[in-house]
């Protein structure tokens, strides 16, 4: 989202949001002569309507169900986005205050915006007005154009943001990065959404376990786990996708399943919560049956997740996992080689080859 601060030294209200290689900063406007206090104000209930209007951009209606269901919570979240329509009448015409109290919307969207038009209102400067509401309409611009998958000015933004849901257009462009670099280049961090990102990878992870497979002599769903006995890396996520990849389900499938599940556990929801009962039932039995210590057992329980992915940044930490999964690859296929001259270069051939031969597992 886009956050907003006062600059007392320059009595001026800047906006300031992430672009995948630190923040940038633009001047709003200059304030009028007014309390500290009611800047300050204007400054964080214009963060928090920013945080309203990205959360649609994070939370789609069409990854909760159909929205045409009334009051289910796709229902609720297509709402929210129609609610842009009536931002501008907010920040123009806020409720105020009268004698039977105050009127509050139920809408994050809304009452945000009408909490902007109270302090525009109690700051009373028309030019101040204008200028607040054109800022608003860049930034329900930049989402719009992040939901097409353009990231540019200010939708950058959304590199840093977790949305269960992709974009076709940049999921080819991080495919296009990956046959250029199979170990994956900085872009996909700064110049891509990383849930399409993360679609992009798992496709390039499953062609690097095939081939670092073959060599090795292992199925793909064994070829993390092996690679991790030479070179410390993550196991668990990058050996769940290739495991459901081997299965037959799509890259974006698992990619909006995985970060969705993060996004509710984010939330305080417990989704599926019988799969994460029978995960700890799977844990007890293999500690009986190997029979682990107590000691061992209780460290087992305690790096025990309810999410498979980092709640706070899901898309990113699956994006990172499966760069380190495609890395750990690498090393499998560079011990099965006497050679090591240009081994990269070799990986990256044959991994090009492999992913070439299975392309439709990218949607």
């Known amino acids: 989202m886009t956050r907003y601060a006062f600059d007392a030294d320059r009595n ?3 906006a300031i949001w992430a672009t995948g290689r630190g923040d940038q900063a633009q001047t709003v406007a200059m304030l009028p002569p007014t309390a500290p206090e009611l800047a300050t104000d204007l400054a964080s209930n214009l963060t928090t309507l920013s945080r309203f209007h990205w959360r649609t951009y994070t939370h789609p209606a069409a990854a909760a169900g159909d929205p045409e269901v009334p009051d289910s919570e796709a229902w609720r979240r297509a709402e929210e986005r129609r609610n842009f329509t009536v931002v501008e009448s907010g920040l123009r015409n806020p409720n105020l205050p009268t004698e039977a109290g105050l009127l509050v919307s139920y809408s994050g969207v809304v009452e945000s915006a009408h909490r902007v038009g ?18 608003i309409h860049r930034e329900q611009a930049a989402i719009e154009a992040a939901e097409l998958g353009d990231l540019s000015g200010r939708a ?20 296009a ?17 990383p849930a399409s990102a993360s679609v992009a990878a798992a496709h390039w992870l499953h062609a690097a376990a095939e081939i670092a497979g073959e060599l090795a002599d292992l199925p793909i769903t064994d070829v993390i786990a092996e690679a991790d006995e030479i070179e410390a890396i993550p196991v668990a996520t990058p050996t769940l996708v290739l495991e459901r990849l081997d299965s037959g389900e799509t890259a974006t499938d698992i990619v909006v399943d995985l970060i969705a599940e993060a996004v509710a556990v984010s939330e305080g929801h417990l989704p599926a919560p019988w799969a994460v009962v029978a995960r700890v039932a799977e844990l007890e039995e293999h500690a009986r049956r190997y ?19 980092d709640p706070a940044r899901p898309a990113l930490d699956l994006l990172e996992d499966l760069l ?11 011990a099965h080689h006497d050679d090591d001259t240009d081994i990269e270069d070799r990986f990256a051939a044959d991994v090009r080859r492999a992913a070439d031969t299975h392309s439709e597992r990218l949607f």
């Open 12 to 14: 001026a209200l800047v």
């Open 118 to 135: 109270r302090c525009l209102h109690s700051i009373d400067t028309a030019e101040l007005t204008e200028t607040i509401v054109a800022e």
């Open 156 to 175: 950058r933004q959304a590199v840093e943001l977790s949305r269960p849901d992709v974009s076709p257009a940049q999921v080819h462009a991080a495919d």
């Open 177 to 193: 990065l990956l046959r250029t670099d199979p170990l994956g280049a900085p872009e996909l961090f700064t110049e891509l959404d």
């Open 291 to 309: 029979e682990i210590d107590n000691a061992t057992r209780a460290a087992l329980l305690a790096e025990f997740r309810v999410s498979r992915l």
């Open 324 to 334: 380190d999964g495609i890395r750990g690859c690498l090393l499998l296929y560079a």
